[in-house]
């Protein structure tokens, strides 16, 4: 192995130990990573950036500007509607929404069909007493099994179509894909929406007065006088109001101690954790209250669940500095989160991918400070707009699908639909705003990550992989060795994201193709489909990780819910892909 080779596997591994602890920004470890491997002369200086140039990140581009523009279309708010009214049964209503993702999927990116339809379902959910967690993962899985389909579905099918193109002159058409993605996605949203009313069970009934959902919440609350918290012990919390103490306060002091020792006084401040709903009960019961908005309410108060985002410009900020919010007179009420570090005030907490906040202040001014933070509301805090205008976008963007369907490269075709957006005459896209907007360290990540994964082929490091890997399968066999690199991308895809799995492995199954003298078609798309099927954990994916958030689930519930999913697709995709690609 040369050193080049070496290096370069060393530097890869480096990286998707990196990205799979979270604990760096993806963009900034994509651009080390890129810096990184000119240092080590992997490739030349004139390569180092030729990923921003590259087809694949500019359709991304345009695809995220377009999302923007159909997720406030809200076309779907008035079908929730007129389906709520229809009164349908749960799993009609959990098929269908899942179903609606599937297909906005096949023709945007995985998290705008999840950002479209989570809050029509959500809406839905509530009219229709569905349980959220019946609903927020089968939406996840069901937008990552519809970015199977098309070939833009997801950033790795573009980016294995641009592997084939440069390995033999043209690329996949549109709807390739769907030989294996179509079934693959009809099976998975079918089966899961079979089984997620027994793996999630419907809670146990509540009052109506206090069903905020079914989440654990961080909150920051005062004891009244005559509070019946009063005299007891924090030990005692979590067993007589179903409530765990993390900090009491007494005039601004925190009270050390034992937690057998440490007893509630009125006027005391409680930071504590438990269901939103035990909080609400505590709040009707006078037990605990709130001093967020100490001169009234508001005439136009509204309460407001909201998701952060991974563009969020909130990622890492505590609440104390939330100045988007503050300044408009909006209280952050409670906290659901992501981390189980809890140290401080409730002031002091660090916001992360997909927790979720509870907002409470003036209707409009939360509506400008969604936008303005890049949050996803869990309902809508604005008037939709009128319908007689909804559908416009979303015939433009058909238009762009079908062009690129009978052949004008994607790009091309993306590109013609974000220019009608912006004409005077339709005004639905600000492009300086829009591009202010998009999730630029996902589209970083990826253009640095193009020139390290072309390297992998450079190098001679996919030949060299390709060698070990083929004393262990006879990849000269085809089905051998495309069940060899469905099941590598199933592997790494849910610790990283399916972009740099696709960039990684798509050298690999070309180098596969030619020792066993096949068609590269079939490898390359195994490589696409074991990248999608993402169903394991909460962070290999941001669709999943906004779930876990917003479902309140835990980490064992993408496990015991996706493992029947991910080896059911593995081996549907297999036979699909011995039957229409071999």
Known sequence: MSFEQASLLILLLAMLVLFSLERIRIEVIAIAGLLAGYALGLYPADQIFAGFASPVVITVIEILLIVQVLARAKLFDNLAARIA???????????????????????????????????????????????RRQLVMPISFAALLGGLVSLIG?????????????????????????????????????????????????????????????????????????????????????????????????????VFGPLDQSVINAGDVLLAEGADTVFAGLAATQALVTDAHPDGLPPDFTRVETVVMPES??????????????????????????????????????????????????????????????????APTVPAEPAALSWRPFALFACGVAASAVG??????????????????????????AMADLNWPIIIMLAAMIPIGQAVASTGAAEAIAGWLSLILPVNHPLSGIALILFLAMVLTPFVNNATVAIVLAPIA?????????????????????????????????????????????????????????????????????????
């Open 85 to 131: 009214s229809a009164r349908p049964s749960n799993f009609k209503v959990i098929s269908g929404a899942s179903s609606l993702a599937g297909i906005l999927s096949i023709f945007m990116n995985n998290i705008g069909a999840f950002a479209i339809t989570l809050p029509v379902a959500l809406r839905l959910g509530v009219a229709l007493s569905i349980p």
């Open 313 to 378: 410009t909130l990622v890492g900020s505590r609440v104390r500095s939330l100045e988007v919010f503050h300044h408009r007179g909006i209280a952050v009420t409670a906290l659901s989160m992501r981390s189980s570090r809890i140290e401080g005030r409730f002031l002091d907490l660090q916001l992360s991918i997909g927790d979720i906040l509870t907002l409470e202040g003036p209707h409009q001014a939360i509506a400008e400070a969604l936008e303005e933070s890049e949050c996803l509301p869990l």
């Open 408 to 433: 004008l490269r994607p790009d091309i075709a993306f590109a013609c639909v974000v220019l009608a957006l912006t004409l005077t005459l339709l005004n639905h896209l600000n492009i300086r705003q």
């Open 510 to 582: 070309l180098e596969f193709a030619r020792l066993g003298r096949h068609a590269p078609d079939a490898y390359l798309i195994a490589v696409a489909v074991g990248a999608s099927l993402d169903f394991l954990t909460p962070f290999g994916h941001h669709n999943n990780t906004l779930a876990m958030g917003i479902g309140g689930y835990r980490f064992s519930d993408f496990l015991r819910a996706g493992w029947p999913l991910a080896v059911g697709g593995y081996g549907l995709a297999l036979f699909l892909l011995a039957l229409f690609w071999l």
């Open 154 to 254: 997801t950033p790795a099918n573009l980016l294995v179509s641009d592997a084939l193109a440069k390995a033999s002159g043209a690329g996949f058409r549109f709807f390739d894909f769907s030989y294996v993605g179509l079934p693959v996605a009809i099976a998975g949203i079918l089966l899961f929406a079979i089984r997620v009313r027994q793996l999630f069970p419907e809670p146990d009934p509540v009052p109506a007065t206090l069903v905020q959902g079914t989440r654990r919440i961080v909150v920051e609350r005062r004891v009244p006088d005559a509070s019946p918290l009063i005299g007891v012990r924090l030990s005692e919390c979590p067993t007589r109001f179903g409530i765990k103490p993390h900090a009491l306060i007494r005039g601004d002091n925190f």
